[in-house]
């Protein structure tokens, strides 16, 4: 089982592009869920989705947006790229039927750096 | 809102040395609380979560809901405790939205 697993590893891009992120998650997993981690801070929640949709969104403007696939994979989508969007991008999988406390499976990560 | 807070963002302590890394969390309803962990050039994995009581590696973590406090404690440090810990606070409702503290290193002197 190659758990969860995100794509591409590194990525540079400049201000104003756009830039989508890949995740597949861990094998009988059906939620995914975003996280943005800036140096030396913690995992921000960008949002979650489950059964095809956005079930939860954390404090991140309409510029992040996202996609689940029948398949459980997760694309993350950033328009109109900043500056301060520059960080590590974590996805991470669960389980979305047992409720509230199924522990997330994380991926590596995608380092984003936008010049 | 919930927020999750570690005060330390390095412990340095020598092997055999007690651990304690200090959590605090702030929501008003009852959360359920976890530890997770990210040992160098490894992915962040869960340590231990409250509802489940149990010791994972040696470390216990006891909710404390009069002092909102969630620390991970340890009785005596191992070299390859040495990782970033973050403390993670989730809501009841169905929905996973998992709050993260800014993290701890932890950094165990042989």
């Known amino acids: 089982d190659a758990g969860v697993t995100q794509s591409p590893t590194h990525l540079i891009k400049t201000r104003g592009q756009q830039v989508t992120l890949r995740c597949s998650p861990k094998?009988?997993?059906?939620?995914v869920s975003w996280y943005q981690q800036a140096l030396g801070q913690g995992p921000q929640f960008i949002f979650q989705y489950y059964e095809e949709e956005e079930r939860q969104r954390g404090n991140f403007p309409d510029r992040f947006s996202g996609h689940q696939f029948p398949n459980y994979s997760s694309e993350l989508n950033v328009n109109a790229l900043l500056l301060g969007d520059s960080a590590l991008y974590l996805c991470?999988?669960?389980?979305?039927?047992?409720?509230?406390?199924?522990?997330?499976?994380f991926g590596n990560g995608t380092r984003l750096t936008v010049t | 809102a919930q927020r999750v807070t570690q005060p330390e963002k390095l412990l340095s302590v020598f092997k055999g040395a007690p651990v304690e890394l200090k959590c605090n969390y702030s929501y008003s309803g009852s959360p359920e609380l976890f530890w997770y962990v990210q040992y160098s050039r490894q992915r962040l994995q869960l340590l231990l979560r409250?509802?489940s009581r149990e010791s994972i590696k040696g470390f216990t973590a006891d909710l404390n809901k009069g002092e909102t406090s969630f620390h991970l404690k340890k009785p005596f440090a191992q070299e390859e405790d040495s990782a970033m810990y973050y403390c993670?606070?989730?809501?009841?409702?169905?929905?996973?939205?998992?709050?993260f503290g800014t993290g701890t290193k932890l950094q165990v002197i042989p």
């Open positions: 409250h509802i």
């Open positions: 993670a606070l989730s809501t009841p409702g169905g929905y996973q939205k998992v709050t």
């Open positions: 094998s009988g997993h059906d939620t």
């Open positions: 991470a999988s669960s389980l979305g039927g047992q409720g509230a406390h199924s522990p997330l499976h």
